[in-house]
C-alpha cells in the first residue's frame, strides 16, 4: 500500500496529468450553486473545503437514465459504450463505500452488469477523507468513517500545506506510480497529522443506533410505527434519488419509426406504481408498506444478503426530505 | 465474453393458438432465429423468460413448454396491460424477443421418486403444463410416482390446452380432474372450486409432492386443504408472480423480504415463503 504525499500548490498539476489520460471531475459549483463533481478545467480553483456534493456520484456508474439497447429496424443491439477514463477527485470516504455496496449488486451478483462493471472500469475514484461532517452525517454508525475509503482506488488526506494519498487497489497504485515525480514521500509526522484530523472528525459524528438493526426490525414487521412514521411521507422519491446506495431502476422503450432505445431510469420505492401488478394488485399498496421496505432493505434485508447496511450514512435523505422525516428517528424507535 | 443479461434472444412467433371464447388467453410458439440461441436456452419447468416488443417494453411469462419439446417455446398470455395488449395483436411470423430462462424451476431432483399432486387455477396453469409435460415425457416417467392432476376455471371453455387435457384423461399414467365453477350444457365433469375436488379425491400426503399455481384466493384455500390433508409446509410447492424489470435481481421491484422472485424464486416452498413478510 504505497503512500505519498503532493503539496497542495501542486494539485492542479496532478490533476492535469490526469487530464492528459481521460476526463477529470473535481469538486466545484454547478449552474445552480450547488457543489458538484465538475468536469475539469473548472475555471476556478478545486476547493477542498466543502462538506459533501448535493448529489451522489452514483450517476457516474448508475446514471439517471442510460441506454440498455438500441432498436434500429425492429433489431436490438447493444449501445456502443465510452471508452474515455474517468477520474473522480474528491468523492467523501461515505460516498466511495456506497460503490461497494452497488458492487455487491452490480458486479458480485451473477449475472454481473455489464454496463455498471464498464463504467466501475473506467474510472479512477480518488477519495478525499472528511475533516468537516455535517449534523446528518453518521458514517461512522454504518460501518465507515471520516477516513475509511472503502470503495476508492485512492485516498487523499488534506494536511496544512500537503495532500497525503494512499492507494487502495491496483488501479489506485498504477495512478500514484504515473505521476510519481509529483510526490514526496510522507513523514511519520504527516501520517500522524492525518490520523488527528481524522480522529477530529470522528468525534464530531454523533452516532445512531444501528446495531442489531437487522434482528430490532425484524421484530418490528407490525409495528404501527410503520404507519405512523410513513404519515408524513410524500412518496417523492428525493431520498432514493439522492441516496448513492439505492439503485432500483425501471426498463422503458422508446421507438420512433423503427428506430428507438431500451432505457433504464431510476426508480424508487416510494412510488406506488413501482409494484403494482398488471392484474391491479399492489403488495405495497400503501406508503407504510413503501416506508418500510425502504427501512427494511437497508438495515435488513440487505445485512440478510450482502452482509452490510444499504447505507452509508452520507445523511442526504435527512437534508433533503421536503416533509424533514429523519431515517435516525425510526431506527432509535424501533429499539422497542 | 458472456451475454450481455439485457440482450433478448431473436425470436419469430411461429403459431398463435386462441385458448378461449373471449379470446384474450392466446399461447404463442416461439422459434429461435439462430439455432445456437436455441441451443443456449436451456431452461426447466417453473423457469420463466422476459418476452421482448420493442418500443413496447417487456414483461415476464411463465415457460409453458418443457424442455422435451425442443425447437420452440410456449408462452400463454392473457390479455390484460399494455405489453400483452400488443402481444396479443401479433400474428404469425412476427420477430419478438426472448430473455432467459429466468429464476429457480420446480424442484425437480426432490420430486424424484415422489407422488406428485398438481393443483392448477385459470391462467396460471401455464408451467404447471409444462411440469406435466415433462413428467409424461417417456425418458423421465418413470423417475416420479404417481401423478394426479387438479385443474380449475371459471368456465369450461376457460381452460386452456383443452385438446392436451383430453389427451391426458385418455391415458392411464396421469389423473386429470377438471373443474369448473359454471357448468355449461355438455359439461359432465366436476364443478366446484379446486378445493372442493381436493377435499374429495383426498390424497394422501405420504411420498407426496404438492405443486400449486393460481389467483391468490384459490392458493389460500388450497393451503387450508392441503394441510388439512397432512401436507407438510416444505411439501407444498408455490410459484409466485410478481412486477419485474430486469428479471436479475437488480431492479429491486419484485423481492419479498430479502428474496428476489426474479432469481430466488419465482418457485417456493410454503416453509421458505412462511419464513419472509406476507408482501406479495
Given at each position: 500500500m504505497t503512500e505519498k504525499k503532493i503539496p497542495i500548490a501542486s494539485l492542479d498539476k496532478f490533476l492535469a496529468?490526469?487530464?492528459?489520460?481521460?476526463?477529470?471531475?473535481?469538486?466545484?459549483?454547478?449552474?445552480?450553486?450547488?457543489?458538484?463533481?465538475?468536469?475539469?478545467?473548472?475555471?476556478?480553483?478545486?476547493?477542498?473545503?466543502?462538506?459533501?456534493?448535493?448529489?451522489?456520484?452514483?450517476?457516474?456508474?448508475?446514471?439517471?437514465?442510460?441506454?440498455l439497447l438500441c432498436f434500429r429496424d425492429g433489431k436490438a443491439q447493444e449501445p456502443p459504450l465510452p471508452e474515455q477514463a474517468a477520474f473522480l477527485f474528491g468523492v467523501r470516504p461515505c460516498d466511495a463505500a456506497a460503490l461497494r455496496a452497488l458492487d455487491k449488486v452490480f458486479l458480485d451478483?451473477?449475472?454481473?452488469?455489464?454496463?455498471?462493471?464498464?463504467?466501475?472500469?473506467?474510472?479512477?475514484?480518488?477519495?478525499?477523507?472528511?475533516?468537516?461532517?455535517?449534523?446528518?452525517?453518521?458514517?461512522?454508525?454504518?460501518?465507515?468513517g471520516p477516513g475509511d475509503a472503502a470503495g476508492a482506488d485512492v485516498l487523499a488526506m488534506c494536511l496544512e500545506a500537503d495532500l497525503l494519498m494512499r492507494a487502495q487497489t491496483p488501479k489506485g497504485e498504477e495512478l500514484l506510480a504515473s505521476v510519481a515525480d509529483l510526490l514526496a514521500e510522507p513523514t511519520p509526522q504527516d501520517a500522524q497529522a492525518a490520523e488527528e484530523r481524522i480522529r477530529a472528525a470522528e468525534d464530531q459524528i454523533a452516532p445512531v443506533w444501528t446495531a442489531d438493526s437487522a434482528q430490532r426490525l425484524r421484530d418490528a414487521y407490525d409495528s404501527p410505527l410503520w404507519a405512523a412514521a410513513s404519515q408524513k411521507c410524500l412518496g417523492c422519491g428525493t431520498c432514493s434519488f439522492l441516496c448513492p446506495t439505492c439503485?432500483?431502476?425501471?426498463?422503458?422503450?422508446?421507438?420512433?419509426?423503427?428506430?428507438?432505445?431500451?432505457?433504464?431510469?431510476?426508480?424508487?420505492?416510494?412510488?406506488?406504481?413501482?409494484?403494482?401488478?398488471?392484474?391491479?394488485?399492489?403488495?405495497?399498496p400503501t406508503p407504510k408498506e413503501r416506508w418500510r421496505q425502504r427501512l427494511m432493505h437497508k438495515f435488513r434485508y440487505a445485512l440478510e444478503n450482502h452482509d452490510r447496511f444499504f447505507c452509508v450514512g452520507c445523511g442526504r435523505c435527512i437534508r433533503s426530505c421536503p416533509a424533514s422525516m429523519d431515517l435516525r428517528t425510526v431506527l432509535k424507535e424501533i429499539g422497542g | 465474453m458472456a451475454r450481455n443479461p439485457y440482450l433478448p434472444y431473436p425470436t419469430r412467433i411461429e403459431e398463435v393458438t386462441v385458448e378461449n371464447g373471449a379470446?384474450?388467453?392466446?399461447?404463442?410458439?416461439?422459434?429461435?432465429?439462430?439455432?445456437?440461441?436455441?441451443?443456449?436456452?436451456?431452461?426447466?419447468?417453473?423457469?420463466?423468460?422476459?418476452?421482448s416488443i420493442p418500443g413496447v417494453g417487456e414483461a415476464p411469462f411463465g415457460i409453458a413448454s418443457s424442455p422435451t419439446e425442443t425447437g420452440y417455446l410456449l408462452f400463454s398470455v392473457k390479455r390484460t396491460?399494455?405489453?400483452?395488449?400488443?402481444l396479443h395483436s401479433l400474428e404469425p411470423g412476427a420477430p419478438i424477443g426472448a430473455r432467459g430462462p429466468m429464476g429457480k424451476p420446480f424442484p425437480w431432483e426432490r420430486m424424484e421418486g415422489k407422488n406428485l399432486l398438481i393443483i392448477g387455477g385459470g391462467f396460471a396453469f401455464t408451467t404447471l403444463r409444462a411440469a406435466i409435460k415433462y413428467i409424461l415425457d417417456p425418458a423421465n416417467r418413470a423417475r416420479f410416482g404417481s401423478l394426479l392432476v387438479?385443474?380449475?376455471?371459471?368456465?369450461?371453455?376457460?381452460?386452456?390446452?383443452?385438446?392436451?387435457?383430453?389427451?391426458?384423461?385418455?391415458?392411464?399414467?396421469?389423473?386429470?380432474?377438471?373443474?369448473?365453477?359454471?357448468?355449461?350444457?355438455?359439461?359432465?365433469?366436476?364443478?366446484?372450486?379446486?378445493?372442493?375436488?381436493?377435499?374429495?379425491?383426498?390424497?394422501?400426503?405420504?411420498?407426496?409432492?404438492?405443486?400449486?399455481?393460481?389467483?391468490?384466493?384459490?392458493?389460500?384455500?388450497?393451503?387450508?386443504?392441503?394441510?388439512?390433508?397432512?401436507?407438510?409446509?416444505?411439501?407444498?410447492?408455490?410459484?409466485?408472480?410478481?412486477?419485474?424489470?430486469?428479471?436479475?435481481?437488480?431492479?429491486?421491484?419484485?423481492?419479498?423480504?430479502?428474496?428476489?422472485?426474479?432469481?430466488d424464486g419465482p418457485v417456493f416452498t410454503r416453509e421458505e415463503l412462511k419464513a419472509l413478510p406476507a408482501e406479495y
Amino acid at each position: 500500500m504505497t503512500e505519498k504525499k503532493i503539496p497542495i500548490a501542486s494539485l492542479d498539476k496532478f490533476l492535469a496529468r490526469l487530464a492528459e489520460r481521460g476526463t477529470v471531475y473535481a469538486p466545484g459549483k454547478d449552474a445552480s450553486g450547488d457543489l458538484a463533481l465538475m468536469a475539469m478545467p473548472l475555471g476556478e480553483p478545486v476547493l477542498l473545503d466543502y462538506g459533501n456534493f448535493t448529489l451522489s456520484p452514483k450517476a457516474f456508474f448508475l446514471p439517471q437514465t442510460q441506454t440498455l439497447l438500441c432498436f434500429r429496424d425492429g433489431k436490438a443491439q447493444e449501445p456502443p459504450l465510452p471508452e474515455q477514463a474517468a477520474f473522480l477527485f474528491g468523492v467523501r470516504p461515505c460516498d466511495a463505500a456506497a460503490l461497494r455496496a452497488l458492487d455487491k449488486v452490480f458486479l458480485d451478483s451473477e449475472p454481473p452488469d455489464p454496463y455498471y462493471a464498464h463504467s466501475r472500469a473506467r474510472t479512477t475514484v480518488i477519495a478525499l477523507a472528511c475533516t468537516q461532517p455535517m449534523p446528518s452525517c453518521f458514517c461512522t454508525s454504518v460501518g465507515g468513517g471520516p477516513g475509511d475509503a472503502a470503495g476508492a482506488d485512492v485516498l487523499a488526506m488534506c494536511l496544512e500545506a500537503d495532500l497525503l494519498m494512499r492507494a487502495q487497489t491496483p488501479k489506485g497504485e498504477e495512478l500514484l506510480a504515473s505521476v510519481a515525480d509529483l510526490l514526496a514521500e510522507p513523514t511519520p509526522q504527516d501520517a500522524q497529522a492525518a490520523e488527528e484530523r481524522i480522529r477530529a472528525a470522528e468525534d464530531q459524528i454523533a452516532p445512531v443506533w444501528t446495531a442489531d438493526s437487522a434482528q430490532r426490525l425484524r421484530d418490528a414487521y407490525d409495528s404501527p410505527l410503520w404507519a405512523a412514521a410513513s404519515q408524513k411521507c410524500l412518496g417523492c422519491g428525493t431520498c432514493s434519488f439522492l441516496c448513492p446506495t439505492c439503485h432500483c431502476f425501471d426498463i422503458t422503450d422508446e421507438l420512433r419509426n423503427g428506430t428507438g432505445r431500451r432505457v433504464r431510469t431510476w426508480d424508487c420505492c416510494a412510488y406506488p406504481l413501482f409494484t403494482l401488478h398488471a392484474s391491479g394488485h399492489n403488495p405495497r399498496p400503501t406508503p407504510k408498506e413503501r416506508w418500510r421496505q425502504r427501512l427494511m432493505h437497508k438495515f435488513r434485508y440487505a445485512l440478510e444478503n450482502h452482509d452490510r447496511f444499504f447505507c452509508v450514512g452520507c445523511g442526504r435523505c435527512i437534508r433533503s426530505c421536503p416533509a424533514s422525516m429523519d431515517l435516525r428517528t425510526v431506527l432509535k424507535e424501533i429499539g422497542g | 465474453m458472456a451475454r450481455n443479461p439485457y440482450l433478448p434472444y431473436p425470436t419469430r412467433i411461429e403459431e398463435v393458438t386462441v385458448e378461449n371464447g373471449a379470446r384474450d388467453i392466446k399461447t404463442f410458439r416461439l422459434a429461435f432465429e439462430d439455432p445456437a440461441h436455441a441451443a443456449e436456452f436451456r431452461h426447466l419447468p417453473g423457469q420463466f423468460a422476459e418476452l421482448s416488443i420493442p418500443g413496447v417494453g417487456e414483461a415476464p411469462f411463465g415457460i409453458a413448454s418443457s424442455p422435451t419439446e425442443t425447437g420452440y417455446l410456449l408462452f400463454s398470455v392473457k390479455r390484460t396491460g399494455l405489453f400483452t395488449n400488443e402481444l396479443h395483436s401479433l400474428e404469425p411470423g412476427a420477430p419478438i424477443g426472448a430473455r432467459g430462462p429466468m429464476g429457480k424451476p420446480f424442484p425437480w431432483e426432490r420430486m424424484e421418486g415422489k407422488n406428485l399432486l398438481i393443483i392448477g387455477g385459470g391462467f396460471a396453469f401455464t408451467t404447471l403444463r409444462a411440469a406435466i409435460k415433462y413428467i409424461l415425457d417417456p425418458a423421465n416417467r418413470a423417475r416420479f410416482g404417481s401423478l394426479l392432476v387438479i385443474y380449475g376455471a371459471r368456465t369450461p371453455d376457460e381452460l386452456m390446452y383443452k385438446n392436451e387435457l383430453a389427451e391426458w384423461q385418455a391415458r392411464g399414467d396421469i389423473q386429470v380432474h377438471l373443474t369448473v365453477d359454471v357448468a355449461d350444457k355438455p359439461w359432465t365433469q366436476h364443478v366446484g372450486v379446486v378445493t372442493r375436488v381436493l377435499d374429495e379425491l383426498n390424497p394422501s400426503a405420504a411420498g407426496t409432492l404438492a405443486i400449486a399455481c393460481g389467483p391468490p384466493i384459490m392458493i389460500k384455500f388450497t393451503l387450508l386443504s392441503l394441510g388439512k390433508l397432512g401436507f407438510l409446509d416444505d411439501a407444498v410447492i408455490l410459484s409466485l408472480e410478481m412486477r419485474m424489470k430486469c428479471g436479475i435481481g437488480k431492479c429491486g421491484r419484485c423481492n419479498i423480504g430479502s428474496r428476489y422472485v426474479c432469481k430466488d424464486g419465482p418457485v417456493f416452498t410454503r416453509e421458505e415463503l412462511k419464513a419472509l413478510p406476507a408482501e406479495y
